[in-house]
Nanobody
Framework: QVQLVESGGGLVQPGGSLRLSCAAS????????MRWYRQAPGKERELVAL???????NYRDFVKGRFTISRDNAKKMVFLQMNSLKPEDTAVYYC?????????WGQGTQVTVSS
């Protein structure tokens, strides 16, 4: 059984930064790709970034150059550093892992970008 707990969201002005954290428990963390998704009000949940067990990263175009995903396998943590935030980045951000034939999700953390 995998449990994911996100933290680090909040209210930030446009152009500001936030660092999201996701703490994982259970399973063999280091072998799994970890993903950050987000869901804005009235919109579908969308992939933001992923990082493989070996550290290879991939980003959606709308966050390239602004967001950085990283992981600490020893601590079973994954992070999302978000810089140059825009109002359109406002959403609930979710940590995700696909393991044992199913998706696991955290409870999400709210990010609000507003002046």
């Amino acid at each position: 059984q995998v449990q994911l707990v996100e933290s680090g969201g909040g209210l930030v002005q446009p152009g500001g930064s936030l660092r999201l954290s996701c703490a994982a428990s259970g399973s063999i963390f280091s072998t799994y790709a970890m993903r950050w998704y987000r869901q804005a009000p009235g919109k579908e949940r969308e992939l933001v970034a992923l990082i493989t067990g070996g550290g290879t990263t991939n980003y959606r175009d709308f966050v390239k150059g602004r967001f950085t995903i990283s992981r600490d396998n020893a601590k079973k943590m994954v992070f999302l550093q978000m810089n140059s935030l825009k109002p359109e980045d406002t959403a609930v951000y979710y940590c995700n892992v696909y393991s044992d034939g199913r998706d696991y999700w955290g409870q999400g953390t709210q990010v609000t970008v507003s002046s």
